[in-house]
């Protein structure tokens, strides 16, 4: 069982990915994941090329890259919560270049295969190498549900009445993973946001898509297909960030979460989203060097809708390729 180590309270730990964020807040911790804080700064582009500067490959995940210039500009974040299992070897990789840098790095694993007995192990050296108990991070969770159901709520008016857009379901969803650092502040901007979404008219797109795969780097996506007519009604991985299964204690939400396991897990996911959205189609975005490449194939022939795969590589917006592909695939679906 790992040493606890005690942070003082609102310490800001930084996140890798979504991880049992309900452990953090038991602490009494402040999260922060740090994929958003990379890609919503203005030096995005610039941190890229800062890292490679600093001796990380070229052939390496740009958000990779953009984490750890990122955690470069901000020494206020004290240690870094590391999915070395369920994520990718880069992290991995990652978590021990911080450790030589002399950053604080906490390890967590999802156990592949999923498994209960191995998930609450995992959450239980969390809960100890932090200091809190089960019954705290019982509690944290509980915290979360109303705001976790508001959530859900905010899905189904993309899909049903399509309220709410394509984009802002992406960034309200994508959010859950930190809940901006302040999940009470968070839970009344979703609110605010849900109580004016419900007074818009309802909308209906001429093509509705669905987005697979990992979060877009590119910082013009859903503007542009909604420039086509097309409305994104799916965000495959931010949906899973919000945890939209309700009612499971925690080891059991976190091995229902699909991101970390076998693709098959993640395409009976995919075929309920076709099935109860009614696609005409996926776009599912690849990033350059990602392993998460390979299961593209078994994405097109399993699923029963059209999928046009698009890749990208750094934050800047799309490029005129990948522009006219997604205008001539939308056009194909287009009744």
């Given at each position: ?9 609102g310490t800001k730990i930084g996140l890798t990915t979504t ?6 807040l038991a602490a009494g911790l402040a999260p922060v994941d ?171 797109a001429r093509v509705r898509l669905g987005l697979v795969g ?122």
């Amino acid at each position: 069982m790992p040493l606890a180590r005690l942070y003082p309270p609102g310490t800001k730990i930084g996140l890798t990915t979504t991880i049992p964020v309900e452990t953090v807040l038991a602490a009494g911790l402040a999260p922060v994941d740090l994929n958003n804080l990379f890609i919503t700064s203005p030096e995005a582009l610039a941190r890229v090329s800062a890292a490679e500067s600093a001796g990380f490959p070229r052939t390496v995940c740009a958000w990779v890259k953009g984490i750890y210039a990122t955690l470069q500009d901000h020494p206020e974040i004290t240690a870094v919560l590391v999915a070395c299992q369920g994520d990718c070897s880069y992290t991995q990789a990652l978590g021990e270049i911080l450790e030589a840098g002399n950053r604080e790095v906490i390890h967590f694993k999802f156990p592949y295969p999923p498994d209960r007995q191995q998930m609450e192990q995992e959450l239980a050296n969390l809960q100890a190498r932090l200091g809190v108990t089960p019954e705290a991070t019982a509690l944290a969770q509980e915290r979360l549900a109303p705001l976790r159901r508001d959530l859900r709520r905010l899905d189904r008016l993309t899909w049903e009445t399509a309220q709410v857009r394509g984009e802002e379901n992406f960034l309200y969803l994508i959010n859950s993973s930190d809940f901006e650092s302040d999940p009470e502040a968070y839970a009344l901007k979703v609110s605010e946001f849900l109580r004016q979404a419900e007074q818009r008219p309802p909308r209906s797109a001429r093509v509705r898509l669905g987005l697979v795969g990992i979060p877009p780097i590119f910082t013009d996506f859903w503007d542009y297909l909604e420039e086509l007519g097309a409305g994104v009604v799916f965000n495959e991985i931010p949906r899973q960030f919000s945890m939209p299964y309700l009612d499971l204690n925690l080891a059991e939400q976190y091995l229902r979460y699909t991101y970390p396991y076998d693709i098959f897990a993640r395409l009976a996911d995919l075929k309920a989203a076709v099935r109860e959205r009614r696609l005409d189609g996926l776009v599912h975005y690849t990033q350059s060097f990602c392993f998460r490449q390979m299961f593209d194939q078994i994405i097109r022939e399993r699923l029963g809708v059209p999928v046009l795969t698009i890749e990208g590589d750094r934050p800047t917006p799309l490029d005129s390729r990948t522009r006219m592909r997604l205008e001539a695939f939308v056009d194909v679906l287009r009744p």
